[in-house]
């Protein structure tokens, strides 16, 4: 049998250390071909032999581990402070602190108030002490949990026990509180996973059953009142409604759906009845792809988290080297005394911790990435986030990006009302091109359908290649087609229709004409129009310090200079092949740096691949566009680009801040405690505070 997959997610999985448990006590786990643990996820991903272990066996050993696996769908929340352990052996370490003080002030024998303290540092450093131990023997590093170990031990040791118990007790508390901070980071997958409903009305069978979402298979018929979510991608085959996508391309405006369109996991039923067809299980959707590559992007670091972290596995070893050679070398080489130096270079150790620096990019990158993919904008991890934020040039793809990506009909013009009406006009328009499979044909015959123009009853259906069509309508020959297919195959003069015919090509429209072998009825012009708030999100992206936008088009000169015109671009190239596209990403990245790439996704994959951060745009349902892209925006909307930027740009403040803040904290305390003007319960109070400030700065990135 082949291999199978198991994600569950797990309680008490916080931090990198708790990944290393399951890790290590999977290890040589019979049947257990593959691991990865996903810790800013909760998530464990184990790909197993079916012959030789079972699902419910690696649960019980994820559960015997300490991690105990979640039910259904369901994200682990943390217990109640009041049932948490963490949280009460440091209550536990407070209380016993305060009662040692208490025992100290009433004059009672220092033995007993020792005996507390200890019992204090004891309970308070349980777990984070057995971390330290952990992970120096089985990592083989040097933590900071070790060195706060030490710290207290140290103090313990040279008779100031209060102290060293106070330090317990204050770590001990942020140790507590590290994973209900986890847990405010995941808020954003877990709206995600909420969107989609836990259960789904299916017709089997004939009958309507209720079912759970997991369950429901492609080809299933489901029943959405209105209301209601989707719970997964379909097709629907009968009703209409309005379907508010935002909750998953963040769109503000609800969107027109009838029989053959495509509704998303997520998005939510407007005021009709639908029958949907399944076209992916839940496991496939749309939903569950973008909760996929959040969490993966959430473990994806970036190049300043990778620095801080090979940063800290070499600064901790090195703080306890330098606390030891403060602690022996002024007493062996000056003769100073023990008790000072000791003292010295305990707070030292505490107070030259990186605690703060260390925590300060991940937590904000984690809190960033998943609110971009609340607003609709998948972010792929935080090396590109860090990139995004260093964009100066962004090259446009012309078609589906800065236009629609559908011709629509922009001037219809009368000629000869005398030979056949206006409405007759379009009639016999929409009659021809009703017949044909052009692109430009469809905009024709959707703009007769905005009028509730009917198509005429023509005969004789003949395209003529690259020029048009023709048809017979009420007993005469009748044509459609281009300016060429008149003038120089039916003779028709155009003299009178030249400038028209100039003035429309010149905005970057197809022209096309409608008559028979004499006469010219009527000019409709066609053109791809640029988005609605196009112009207006080009100029944001401008204001957002963008250097220079770019558009790249495959179509003519004239047409991409109307387009770039209309839509406020710096610099425009036109008749560019995809591989012409990708030279001038390459020339733009060598004149400027930081070049970003916005496409479908699909026909511009090797551009975004070239560019710094490649970007694709409308990527709701699209496999691929997902797949290829760094950062997806779902919905077809350019200023999600703009968000993109700003949310880039307003991550990396938050991070320099909480560095800066951290850095200064740190220096303040590491002269101090060499001073000796800082004393150990000093040290702590700084270095915790400084801590807890750095976690609520980057929780800041949570906010839309």
């Not at 002030?105 to 777990?127: C, D, R």
């Not at 880039?648 to 800066?660: D, E, M, Y």
């Given at each position: 049998m082949s291999p199978k997959q198991l994600d569950i997610r797990v309680g008490n999985l916080d931090c990198e250390h708790d990944a290393a448990a399951i890790e290590r006590g999977l290890t040589n786990f019979p049947g257990l071909n593959q691991l990865k643990v996903y810790p800013k996820a909760a998530k464990v991903s184990l790909t197993f032999d079916p012959e030789a272990t079972t699902p419910e066996s690696l649960k019980e050993k994820l559960d015997a581990l300490g991690f105990p696996p979640q039910a259904g769908l369901s994200m682990p929340e943390q217990p109640k402070p009041w049932r948490n352990p963490?949280?009460?052996?440091?209550?536990?370490?407070?209380?016993?602190?305060?009662?040692?003080?208490?025992?100290?002030?009433?004059?009672?024998?220092?033995?007993?108030?020792?005996?507390?303290?200890?019992?204090?540092?004891?309970?308070?450093?349980?777990?984070?002490?057995?971390?330290?131990?952990?992970?120096?023997?089985?990592?083989?590093?040097?933590?900071?949990?070790?060195?706060?170990?030490?710290?207290?031990?140290?103090?313990?040791?040279?008779?100031?026990?209060?102290?060293?118990?106070?330090?317990?007790?204050?770590?001990?508390?942020?140790?507590?509180?590290?994973?209900?901070t986890?847990?405010?980071?995941?808020?954003?997958?877990?709206?995600?996973?909420?969107?989609?409903?836990?259960?789904?009305?299916?017709r089997r069978n004939g009958t309507e059953q209720e079912i759970p979402v997991e369950e429901v298979v492609v080809g299933d018929v489901f029943i959405l009142k209105p209301g209601q979510s989707v719970p997964t991608d379909g097709e629907i085959i009968s009703g209409e409604s309005s379907v508010?996508?935002?909750?998953?391309?963040?769109?503000?405006?609800?969107?027109?759906?009838?029989?053959?369109?495509?509704?998303?996991?997520?998005?939510?039923?407007?005021?009709?009845?639908?029958?949907?067809?399944?076209?992916?299980?839940?496991?496939?959707?749309?939903?569950?792809?973008?909760?996929?590559?959040?969490?993966?992007?959430?473990?994806?670091?970036?190049?300043?988290?990778?620095?801080?972290?090979?940063?800290?596995?070499?600064?901790?070893?090195?703080v306890l080297l330098i606390g030891i050679l403060l602690a022996v070398v002024p007493p062996l080489l000056i003769g100073a005394d023990w008790t000072i130096w000791l003292t010295r270079a305990t707070v030292f150790i505490v107070a030259a911790a990186p605690c703060a620096l260390v925590i300060s990019i991940p937590i904000t990158l984690v809190a960033s990435l998943g609110t971009g993919a609340r607003q609709g904008v998948l972010i792929k991890g935080g090396m590109y986030v860090e990139e995004?934020?260093?964009?100066?040039?962004?090259?446009?793809?012309?078609?589906?990006?800065?236009?629609?990506?559908?011709?629509?009909?922009?001037?219809?013009?009368?000629?000869?009302?005398?030979?056949?009406?206006?409405?007759?006009?379009?009639?016999?328009?929409?009659?021809?091109?009703?017949?044909?499979?052009?692109?430009?044909?469809?905009?024709?015959?959707?703009?007769?359908e905005e009028k509730g123009v009917a198509p005429a009853e023509i005969n004789d259906f003949r395209a003529l290649s690259?020029?048009?069509?023709?048809?017979?309508?009420?007993?005469?020959?009748?044509?459609?087609?281009?300016?060429?297919l008149f003038q120089e195959q039916l003779r028709v003069n155009l003299d009178g229709r030249a400038a028209d015919i100039s003035r429309l090509q010149a905005e970057g429209k197809t022209v096309v004409l409608l008559g028979d072998e004499t006469a010219v009825y009527s000019l409709i012009a066609i053109r791809d129009n640029i988005r609605e708030n196009g112009r207006q999100a080009i100029a944001k992206l401008h204001k957002a310090g963008i250097k220079k936008v770019v558009m790249l088009t495959g179509d003519n000169e004239r047409t991409a200079q109307a387009i770039a015109q209309e839509a406020g671009v710096d610099e425009y190239y036109a008749d560019l092949k995809p591989e012409d596209k990708v030279t001038k990403v390459r020339e733009l990245a060598e004149r400027y740096g930081h070049v970003a790439m916005v496409g479908d996704g699909v026909n511009d994959a090797p551009a975004l691949a070239e560019a710094t951060v490649g970007i694709a745009m409308g990527a709701v349902g699209t496999d691929v566009a997902l797949e290829t892209a760094d950062v997806a925006l779902m919905a077809d909307?350019?200023?999600?680009?703009?968000?993109?930027?700003?949310?880039?740009?307003?991550?990396?403040?938050?991070?320099?801040?909480?560095?800066?803040?951290?850095?200064?904290?740190?220096?303040?305390?590491?002269?101090?405690?060499?001073?000796?003007?800082?004393?150990?319960?000093?040290?702590?109070?700084?270095h915790e505070i400084s801590e807890f400030i750095v976690i609520g700065s980057g929780l800041r990135m949570l906010r839309a």
């Open positions: 963490k949280v009460l052996t440091a209550a536990a370490s407070g209380v016993l602190l305060l009662v040692g003080w208490l025992l100290s002030l009433a004059g009672l024998p220092e033995t007993i108030s020792l005996v507390v303290y200890i019992v204090a540092t004891l309970a308070g450093g349980y777990y984070f002490g057995r971390e330290a131990l952990e992970e120096l023997i089985y990592e083989r590093e040097i933590g900071i949990e070790l060195l706060m170990a030490i710290a207290a031990i140290v103090a313990t040791a040279m008779g100031q026990a209060a102290e060293g118990a106070m330090l317990v007790f204050l770590y001990s508390i942020s140790e507590a509180a590290e994973g209900y986890e847990e405010k980071t995941r808020s954003a997958v877990k709206a995600l996973m909420d969107l989609a409903p836990k259960f789904a009305l299916v508010n996508q935002a909750p998953v391309t963040g769109e503000s405006v609800p969107v027109e759906k009838q029989p053959s369109d495509l509704v998303f996991a997520g998005s939510i039923n407007g005021e009709g009845a639908l029958e949907v067809t399944a076209t992916k299980a839940f496991a496939d959707n749309t939903i569950s792809r973008i909760i996929q590559m959040v969490e993966e992007a959430q473990e994806r670091k970036g190049q300043s988290q990778r620095f801080i972290e090979r940063f800290g596995a070499r600064y901790s070893p090195i995004l934020a260093k964009i100066e040039v962004i090259a446009l793809d012309k078609t589906g990006t800065i236009t629609r990506g559908e011709p629509q009909v922009t001037d219809f013009i009368p000629v000869n009302n005398t030979i056949i009406d206006d409405e007759q006009m379009a009639e016999l328009a929409a009659g021809i091109e009703g017949r044909s499979e052009h692109p430009l044909a469809r905009a024709i015959v959707q703009y007769a690259g020029a048009g069509a023709q048809a017979e309508w009420n007993g005469k020959r009748v044509y459609i087609g281009s300016p060429r909307d350019l200023e999600k680009l703009v968000y993109a930027l700003n949310l880039a740009k307003r991550n990396q403040s938050v991070v320099k801040q909480n560095l800066g803040l951290s850095a200064i904290v740190i220096g303040a305390l590491v002269i101090g405690a060499v001073a000796g003007v800082f004393t150990l319960p000093i040290a702590v109070l700084g």
